[in-house]
């Protein structure tokens, strides 16, 4: 396996890292064979504290499933009206506001949640969603943190061993930060976004949150426009990048499918509605998806989370309809999109997703219900 970039670049990282001894990497980031997989889906979770005290629910139901080989989890460990960890207050400048009061604040969520990922006895692929990130920021999550600082969290926390999955058993995964393109180092940073393949298929992660890819000002005192630009256009750019080299990938090694795990839902509704934050910030990352799809030609699958009602459908199959008015790309009949039912909705599920690479769709999938 060697990945590649749209313009056929080696990355010589990745060369480097899959030359490690298997012993070494804990098992390897390709796996060439065509056996079924099941993997457990969820996203939206945990949203309150009451969802965190039950976690136990959620990790006996995935860990007592004798077919689940993996487990993914698509963004958002806290709701939108919980607050942050607090990152980034420490360097405002004195007296910039008034002292800020400490209960409103969660400076170990993060770490209780990544305690209960650690849990699950399979491997654990976790990908950012915006609430513990870009929007705290805002008011309803009480101004307790600075984005960037509390990505920086996110980063530490969940990824502080590039390559590596969580869960009790981890999985060797191929990390953006040890396989960036060599042209464009500036994307080592995003040690969020892995790659792996498996059951013939290229599985692809990405950070792309909701509340319209971070396109809203952050409210004082964390505004910095210029900053916050600047993320989002490295972070476009890296994920258009990753996105390239997972095709390619798969059409290198001739891949029964590609599985794509993001935490926004690019084609919400709510998002055009009047007061919605807009979704014209994903309209290139859509327009790339839509040309490697059709340039691909086989099943691809996104999974995102975002909206919390479970939803299955082909955003891009119909240019005229709703969904595919929104970024004005071509039909793409080989794009299914499923969006996972989030934890503020019942009855709780996660989704439990079947890859059979001699299937002629290669997915299939139902949701298990785990509580009230």
Known sequence: MT????????????????????????????????????IAVF????????????????TASVNSDPHVRLVLHVGDIHSGSMPCTGAGWSSLPPNSLPPF???????????????????????????PG??????????????????????AVVRNTFFGNPGYSLGEQQKRVISQAEAFDPAHPEDAQFVEN????????????????????????????????????????ARDAANLRW????????????????????????WDPEALATGGDGLS???????????????????VLLLNGDSHIYLADHPLADPTSDTGKIHGTPAVPNLTRVTVQGSTNTPWEWLKLTIDPRAPGVFSWTNVVYGP
């Open 43 to 58: 996203g939206d979770w945990p949203y309150s504290p009451q969802l965190l005290a039950a976690a136990p629910t959620l």
């Open 194 to 233: 892995v790659t792996w393949e498996e059951s013939r298929v290229v599985f692809v992660t990405l950070n792309v949150p909701g509340s319209n890819d971070d396109g809203l000002t952050w409210t004082a005192p964390f505004t910095d426009e210029a900053a916050r630009i600047a993320e989002r256009t």
């Open 243 to 266: 996105l390239d080299a997972a095709f390619q990938q798969a059409a290198d090694d001739d891949a029964a499918a590609v599985l794509i795990v993001l935490q926004a839902n690019v």
């Open 101 to 127: 009061p400490a209960s409103d604040s969660a400076p170990d969520w993060d770490a209780n949640i990544y305690n209960i990922f650690q849990e699950f006895k399979d491997p654990f692929i976790y990908t």
């Open 281 to 299: 910030n994903y309209t290139p990352f859509v327009t790339e998806l839509a040309a490697r799809a059709l340039e691909f030609g086989k099943p």
């Open 3 to 38: 990945l590649r970039t749209k313009s056929g670049i080696i990355t010589t990282a990745l060369v480097a890292a899959l030359a490690l001894p298997a012993a070494a990497q804990n098992g390897t980031p390709v796996n060439s064979s065509a056996n079924t997989l099941s």
């Open 130 to 151: 915006d609430n513990e990130w870009t929007d705290c920021h805002k008011k309803k999550e009480f101004y307790s943190g600075a984005p960037l600082a509390e990505l």
